[in-house]
C-alpha cells in the first residue's frame, strides 16, 4: 500500500495511478468538499482573533506543504524546474500568503476571480492522477488545492469579502504581468506553467488545443473563456447589490 508513498513522477510505475473521475478520485472530492465546509463552518463562527489565526494557518499549511515537497525532491535528487510554483494556483498559494499577512482588496478578488476556479478545476481534473492515491505527493496535491477553495469561501460566506466587477482590473492587471513572466519562463526552463504549451490531459483545455493549436490563438481563446467565466462569476453578486439597494432605498 505504501510501495510508492514518496515516488515521485517519473519513477510511478504506468497504470497504477488513482485515475481521474473512478471511485477513489468521487471519493476524495467528498472528502475535500466535507473539509471545505467544516472550514468555512467553523471560519463563520469564530471570532476575529480566531478568524486571523485561521488565515495564518491555512497559509502555513499549504506553503509547509508545498515547501517540504520541495525540500525532499531537492535531497533526493529529483527536484526539477516545473516544480516551482508558476501555475496560476501557485500564485494563489503566494495570494493567500499576502492575504494572512495583510488582507487586501487585491489579493482578495484575485483568489475569487483566479483561484477559486482553478484550484475547482485541478481537484476535478487532477493531473496528479497518475499517482497511487497512497503517495504523498498526490494527498497533498488534493489538499492543498482543497485550502485553495476553502480560503476564499471562507471570506465570501462570513461577508470579509464580496466581490466586485469593478474590481477585476485588479486581477486583469495581475493577468498582463504575470501571462509574459511565465510565457518566458517556459521558454527559458522548458516548462509548461499555466499549462500554455500543452493543455493538462483530460482536462477541458486538451480539446481548446487541438481545436485551436498551441500558439497564440489557444492563449486568445482561453482568454476569451475567462472573461465569460466571469460575467458568470460575478453576475449574482451584482443582482444580490442591486436588490439590495432597491429594499434599502424602499425601507
Same mark, same amino acid.
Given at each position: 500500500m505504501f510501495k510508492y508513498y514518496f515516488t515521485y513522477e517519473p519513477s510511478?510505475?504506468?497504470?497504477? +495511478? %488513482?485515475?481521474?473521475?473512478? &471511485?477513489?478520485?468521487?471519493?476524495?472530492?467528498? &472528502?475535500? /468538499? +466535507? &473539509? !471545505?465546509? @467544516?472550514?468555512?463552518?467553523? @471560519? $463563520? /463562527?469564530? $471570532?476575529?482573533?480566531r478568524r486571523r489565526h485561521m488565515r495564518w494557518g491555512i497559509a502555513i499549511a499549504i506553503w509547509t506543504m508545498e515547501l517540504f515537497k520541495d525540500f525532499y525532491l531537492?535531497? $533526493?535528487?529529483?527536484?526539477? =524546474?516545473?516544480? &516551482?510554483?508558476?501555475?496560476?494556483?501557485? %500564485?494563489?498559494?503566494?495570494? !493567500?500568503?499576502?492575504? /494572512?499577512?495583510?488582507?487586501?482588496? $487585491?489579493?482578495r478578488e484575485i483568489l475569487y476571480s483566479l483561484t477559486i476556479w482553478g484550484a475547482f478545476a485541478a481537484e476535478i481534473f487532477p493531473d496528479w492522477a497518475y499517482y497511487p492515491i497512497m503517495n504523498q505527493w498526490a494527498l497533498q496535491s488534493f489538499l492543498i488545492h482543497a485550502l485553495l477553495i476553502a480560503y476564499p469561501m471562507m471570506l465570501m460566506v462570513s461577508g470579509e469579502m464580496v466581490p466586485n466587477w469593478r474590481e477585476l482590473w485588479h486581477p486583469v492587471l495581475f493577468l498582463a504581468v504575470v501571462v509574459p513572466f511565465v510565457i518566458w519562463v517556459n521558454g527559458q526552463l522548458g516548462t509548461n506553467f499555466f499549462f500554455l504549451?500543452?493543455?493538462? =490531459?483530460?482536462?477541458?483545455?486538451? =480539446?481548446?488545443?487541438?481545436?485551436f493549436g498551441h500558439g497564440g490563438l489557444y492563449i486568445t481563446v482561453v482568454l476569451s473563456l475567462l472573461a465569460l467565466l466571469w460575467v458568470i462569476m460575478y453576475t449574482p453578486w451584482e443582482i444580490a447589490k442591486r436588490r439590495k439597494a432597491a429594499v434599502a432605498v424602499t425601507v
Open positions: 510511478i510505475p504506468t497504470g497504477i +495511478g %488513482f485515475g481521474q473521475f473512478s &471511485l477513489t478520485h468521487g471519493t476524495m472530492l467528498l &472528502l475535500m /468538499a +466535507g &473539509l !471545505i465546509y @467544516y472550514i468555512v463552518r467553523y @471560519y $463563520t /463562527a469564530a $471570532t476575529d482573533s531537492a535531497v $533526493t535528487g529529483q527536484w526539477e =524546474p516545473s516544480l &516551482l510554483p508558476l501555475h496560476l494556483c501557485g %500564485f494563489g498559494l503566494m495570494m !493567500i500568503a499576502v492575504d /494572512a499577512i495583510h488582507p487586501n482588496k $487585491t489579493t504549451n500543452v493543455a493538462a =490531459p483530460g482536462s477541458p483545455l486538451e =480539446p481548446l488545443q487541438q481545436a
